[in-house]
């Protein structure tokens, strides 16, 4: 499949916050381009490495929001011989309506209810699948992920395929989020909705059959962007980040923090009625991001950045202040499960303000010791500008750390296996990161072992690469 390298055409005429600076998107499509490589790849590192994240094609309508963005993919393919890089526009229909107009009709999260007219976007229907937000690989397919609708499968090469909606069995929105047990195959996932059901619960097997749905009773319509699973159960966090349905087309937010309503773990089988749900209440606190779970015995723990607070900063379209992530991280937690006793808590790993945590996923659902994460260490912080990758050894309760540099920003810390390893951290961490005094973005690669010596070789890109989402790493096979 090939297709006509599409060029964007934003100036940020209305000096939108998310589209400034680092955020501000790229207006081409370029590649295969081989990349220079300062330093040297390690031999075992055969695959592919693909960030995505929102790259604006056109001004938008109305207020802009960083989660408004149209998906755009970056990915850098390390092969025998050299290393590859291409970017491609995630071609959504309602992108494809839009460049047939030639200008954005889609408004963002601000103006969500102001559809655009039918007669301007046809088939592409009332709402833009933005697939900005991450990229799995399950059952030989790669999925383009958007919390509020269908994945996207996309070709190796990342031009799109389509939406996937897993046969036919799929007729709602699928979490960017999603779980795979690395020894089973399986592919864990849910969706959250505005109206009853408010939370459903999805499993497909190795093949990519959808073979279990529940549908899960909760109390008020929460965003829910992330869940983990252990070797036997799904846990879920029922947080105080609710939607208000009464906010809709006024001047308050859509997004509500309502501590009042409390926090809540529930523990359900992995193949599970609605029925066997157990929840467990803790100190009101929010989620974004979990690095994994797993059991012992009876004892479920889980780890992720803990927020006391949250706000988005989903302002309504006509409100005052600024749309933009008021919210730029959160503190390393751990909480846990007691099933036999019915009781459940936290306790604090750290205090460096952190998100986007990563483990080996090989480790999904197991134990795990080692944790990968962005963190912010400069004053003055906005979303996305993370300047220090942070290791975590539960093994010794260490904490190392590599900075980037006063005008570097580096995303999401993803681990690639070393095929011949066996211990836990015998790999590397790739990340993509951006030099704004250069202005020049890599892909650093280290070793997992040993973060705090920094990369062992740079993958130099042939063109900037916005601050963006979340990235994956797909081995050879």
Not at 286 to 292: A, D, T, V, Y
Request: hydrophobic fraction near 40%; include cysteine; glycine fraction near 10%.
């Amino acid at each position: 499949m090939t297709t006509e390298q599409l060029r964007g055409h934003v100036t940020n005429v209305g000096d939108h916050l998310d589209l400034r600076g680092e955020m501000f998107p790229v207006d081409r499509e370029i590649g295969p381009t081989a990349c220079e490589i300062v330093g040297r790849v390690p031999a075992n590192l055969r695959g592919h490495f693909v960030r995505n994240g929102p790259n604006q094609m056109f001004e938008p309508v109305g207020k802009y929001h960083t989660f408004d963005g149209d998906g755009m993919l970056h990915g850098i393919e390390f092969l025998a011989d050299r290393v590859v890089y291409r970017n491609r526009w995630v071609r959504s229909r309602g992108l494809m309506a839009e460049i047939a107009l030639g200008r954005a009709v889609y408004p963002g999260l601000s103006d969500v209810m102001n559809f655009p007219e039918a007669s301007l976007v046809g088939g592409a229907g009332p709402v833009k699948n933005r697939a900005n937000t991450h990229i799995i690989r399950h059952a030989g397919k790669l999925l383009a992920l958007w919390e509020q609708g269908l994945p996207t499968e996309v070709t190796p090469e990342l031009d799109t395929v389509g939406e996937w909606d897993f046969g036919g069995k799929l007729a709602g929105a699928m979490t960017a989020h999603p779980r795979i047990d690395p020894r089973t195959g399986e592919l864990f996932f849910f969706s959250y909705n505005l109206f009853p059901p408010y939370l459903t619960y999805y499993v497909a097997d190795a093949t990519g059959a959808l073979v279990h749905r529940v549908d899960l009773d909760m109390p008020a319509p929460i965003m829910m962007h992330d869940f983990v699973i252990t070797e036997t159960h799904a846990v879920f966090m029922d947080s105080p980040v609710v939607f208000d349905i009464k906010a809709l087309g006024t001047a308050e937010p859509m997004v509500a923090w309502r501590p009042e309503n409390g926090t809540r773990l529930g523990v359900l089988p992995r193949r599970g009625g609605p029925d066997e749900i157990r929840w467990f209440e803790v100190e009101p606190s929010h989620i974004q991001h979990f690095w994994n779970a797993w059991a012992d015995g009876d004892r479920i723990e889980l780890a992720g950045c803990r927020y006391e607070k949250v706000d988005f900063g989903l302002q309504a379209e006509d409100a005052e202040a600024e749309t933009g992530v008021v919210t730029i991280g959160a503190r390393p937690a751990k909480y846990w499960i007691d099933l036999s006793r019915g009781a459940a808590g936290w306790e604090p790993l750290d205090d460096m303000l952190g998100e986007f945590g990563r483990v080996n996923d090989d480790r999904t659902g197991l134990r795990t010791q080692c944790l990968y994460m962005p963190a912010f260490t400069r004053p003055g912080a906005l979303a996305g500008q993370f300047d220090t990758i942070v290791k975590y050894d539960l093994r010794t309760d260490t904490r190392t750390t590599w900075y980037a540099g006063d005008q570097g920003y580096i995303g999401e810390a993803v681990f690639a296996p070393d095929p011949a390893g066996t211990a836990e951290d015998d790999g590397w961490i790739l990340n993509l990161s951006h030099d704004s005094g250069r202005n020049r973005s890599e892909v650093l690669i280290f070793d997992a072992r040993d973060i705090a010596s920094g990369p062992v070789a740079r993958v130099q890109l042939p063109q900037r690469a916005p601050l963006g989402f979340h990235a994956n790493w797909f081995p050879v096979g």
